[in-house]
Structures are given as C-alpha cells and as structure tokens.
C-alpha cells in the first residue's frame, strides 16, 4: 500500500476520463498520536525571569505506547521555548511511576519512560528549569515521543516522532515583595499598610492593583 496522494484533473463530473495526474508522486505523511490533554505548570510564584523553578509537565494519552523488543526504549523529548533551560539531570521529583530519568541540554529535555512503556491516561513529571528572561514571543512547549532511539539521538532527531503535541507556555514576569500590616481585630474597620519592593520603574499614570482576600 502506497503512502503517496493521487491527484488527477478530468472534465467530466466523475473523474472517469482524467486528463491530468500528478502521477502519484507527492509523498504522504505519517499519522501521529497525541499526549492527549497537556499542561505546562510553573511552581507557586515561578514566573520570575532567570530563575531556577519546577515546572510539572502533565499528559494524558488515549492510548498506550511500548517498544515490542527486548531491550527497546521509550522516551519523551520537551522543547522549551526559546530562553528556557533544562538542568542537565532535570527531574526534580523522584520516584516517578511512568518516568526513571531526564537529562536537559539546553532548551531540550528527554525523559526515559519506565520499563520503555507510556501508559494511556495521566502521567506526569516535575522537572528542574530555569525561565527565560522575558516571555518568548514563540511560547509554546513541544512534546514528542520516540520508540527504540538512542537518548542522544532523541536530543537531535527531526523525524521518526510517534507522538506529538504542543502546549501553551506561561508568562514570565517580575514579582513584587510585599509586606502587609494593619490591626488584626476580626471585623474592625482598620488603616492596612502596605510595603513593596518594585524591581521596574512604574511612570506617572501607571497603577498597582490590590486584591483582598475574600472576607
């Protein structure tokens, strides 16, 4: 069975008599799977430019994948956007049920998965990364998988993927240190002070929002 797309032009409504083809020669193109539903989530307060954060990877597969030799691999390869850096041993929470290892080179990382399985449904993984100094205009996370591949091959390959797909990245931005005081009689009508230490220049007209607590 061929893998190549027929394209042929005719002049009748049924295309019995066609008058121009392409002979069959433009290649066809391999059906991928998809992680399912994908998350990229920094840690509480992970947002800050060039800062070292964890960030959980969540993915969520319909279908199971496995290398059917013995001996074989399964490994999942994340592109950060541009900016970002994996560590070089980037799995920052361990024991993890689906993934042994990560190794990070750059803004790629590749997670050897367990017993070179993936299973259907939910997996994840919490993986050491330093944030890009401003947000990529390019922010998205690419996630690929690859059966019987050598892990430096993975680093580099540009075909062969089984699975794939692309997440939204988040924004990276500057944080505030604050300090909040005031009287803490409950249901007292109190003045609340405010400390913050600003790390960018807010010109006249700008505005710094606070939000209570609910209550």
Same mark, same amino acid.
């Given at each position: 069975? $061929? ?17 121009? =083809? ?7 193109? &391999? ?13 509480? =307060? ?5 800062? &070292? ?5 969540? /993915? ?5 994948? !496995? $290398?059917? /030799? ?7 390869? /994340? ?13 920052? +929470? ?19 998965? &367990? ?7 939910? $997996? ?39 699975? &794939? ?5 988040? !924004?990276?931005?500057?944080?505030? !240190? +604050? =300090? /909040? ?35």
């Amino acid at each position: 069975h $061929s893998s190549h797309w027929l394209l042929m032009a005719a002049l009748d409504p049924d295309g019995v008599a066609p008058t121009a =083809s392409n002979d069959g020669l433009f290649p066809g193109f &391999r059906l991928m799977a998809s992680f399912g539903a994908v998350a990229v989530n920094p840690e509480p =307060s992970g947002v800050t430019p060039r800062r &070292r954060v964890t960030v959980t990877f969540s /993915i969520n597969p319909r279908s199971a994948l !496995q $290398s059917m /030799i013995e001996g074989g691999s399964v490994r999942v390869r /994340i592109t950060a956007p541009l900016g970002f850096d994996f560590d070089l041993g980037c799995l920052a +929470v361990t024991p993890n049920a689906a993934f042994a290892a990560c190794s990070g080179d750059g803004r790629r990382a590749v997670l050897e998965v &367990r017993g070179a399985a993936l299973p259907a449904g939910r $997996s994840a993984a919490v993986l050491w990364v330093t944030n890009a100094g401003v947000t990529p205009t390019e922010n998205t996370w690419l996630l690929e998988s690859f059966v019987d591949m050598r892990a430096d091959e993975v680093q580099t390959a540009a075909r062969g993927a089984r699975q &794939r797909s692309v997440a939204a990245g988040y !924004q990276v931005r500057e944080l505030l !240190q +604050v =300090s /909040i005081g005031g009287n803490t009689q409950r249901g007292e009508a109190t003045t609340v002070f405010v400390w913050f230490l600003a790390t960018h220049f807010l010109d006249l007209g700008g505005a710094v929002e606070l939000h209570a607590p609910h209550g």
